[in-house]
C-alpha cells in the first residue's frame, strides 16, 4: 500500500518564474485536497477535487492558482507569476469519501521563491 | 464560521512527564476530529480520528478524547522521539473543507 507522492520535494525559483507540482494519492481514493502550510501555521486549504471534477476552492486562491486531476487520477498545481509571498510548503492529501473521511497527506513540496 | 483553537502553543516535557494537548472548535455539526503529528519538514502523519462526544482513542503514548466544545491528546510518560507538533483538524456536516488549528509543538527532554 504506497501512500501519497509528491514532486518535486523541493523547488526554488525566480519571481516571476511559473511553477507546477504533481501529487499522486492512494490509488482507491476519489478525494485529494491541496493545502498551503506556512512556518508556525496549519495547513491551510486550497481546493479540492472529487475524482476529476474541482468541488471547491478557497477564496484565498488567487488567478495566479491553478488545479487540475485529469482522468481522476494525479492532480497537478500551478501557479504562474510566483511572487515571494507564494513561499511555502504545499501539501497533498487524499480520502475516500464515504469511509471515515480520514485524510493522508504526502510528504509535501517547499516551495522558495527568491 | 468553523474555528480550531490549540493551546498551548508551545510544550516542553521531560521524559516521563504526562501532559495533555488541547483543541477547542466551533463547528456548525461536527463529522469529524482529527489528530495529526507533523516532524519538521515533512508531511502530517495520521493518528486518530473522532466522531462523537465521550469517543475515546489510544495508540501506545497517546490518548485521544472528544466532548462537545473540545478535544485533548493526552501523552502518557513521553519520550523524546514523541517531539513533534500535534495538529488537529475539523470537518463539518455542511462542507466538505477541513480547518486545522496552528498545532502545538512539544519538546520531550531527556
Known amino acids: 500500500d504506497t501512500g501519497v507522492s509528491q514532486n518535486p520535494r523541493h523547488k526554488i525559483t525566480k519571481r516571476g518564474q511559473n511553477v507546477t507540482f504533481r501529487c499522486d494519492p492512494i490509488?482507491?481514493?476519489?478525494?485529494l485536497y491541496w493545502y498551503r502550510q506556512t512556518l508556525g501555521q496549519g495547513p491551510e486549504f486550497l481546493t479540492y477535487?472529487?475524482?476529476?471534477?474541482?468541488?471547491?476552492k478557497s477564496r484565498l486562491l488567487s488567478d495566479r492558482f491553478s488545479a487540475e486531476r485529469p482522468k481522476g487520477s494525479f492532480s497537478t498545481l500551478e501557479i504562474q507569476r510566483t511572487e515571494q509571498g507564494d513561499s511555502a510548503m504545499y501539501l497533498c492529501?487524499?480520502?475516500?469519501?464515504?469511509?471515515?473521511?480520514?485524510?493522508?497527506f504526502g510528504p509535501g513540496t517547499r516551495l522558495t521563491v527568491l | 464560521e468553523d474555528q480550531v483553537t490549540q493551546s498551548p502553543e508551545a510544550l516542553r516535557l521531560q521524559e516521563g512527564e504526562s501532559s495533555s494537548l488541547n483543541c477547542s472548535y466551533t463547528?456548525?455539526?461536527?463529522?469529524?476530529l482529527f489528530w495529526y503529528r507533523q516532524d519538521p519538514g515533512k508531511g502530517p502523519e495520521f493518528l486518530f480520528t473522532?466522531?462523537?462526544a465521550g469517543e475515546e482513542k489510544e495508540k501506545e503514548r497517546l490518548k485521544a478524547t472528544l466532548t462537545k466544545k473540545e478535544s485533548f491528546l493526552h501523552i502518557t510518560a513521553p519520550k523524546p522521539e514523541d517531539s513533534a507538533t500535534y495538529l488537529c483538524?475539523?470537518?463539518?456536516?455542511?462542507?466538505?473543507?477541513?480547518?486545522f488549528g496552528t498545532g502545538t509543538s512539544l519538546t520531550v527532554i531527556p
Open positions: 492529501a487524499s480520502t475516500q469519501s464515504g469511509i471515515a473521511d480520514t485524510q493522508y
Open positions: 490509488s482507491e481514493h476519489n478525494r
Open positions: 477535487f472529487q475524482n476529476e471534477a474541482q468541488l471547491e
Open positions: 463547528v456548525s455539526g461536527l463529522r469529524g
Open positions: 473522532l466522531y462523537s
Open positions: 483538524a475539523v470537518r463539518s456536516n455542511t462542507g466538505n473543507q477541513f480547518y
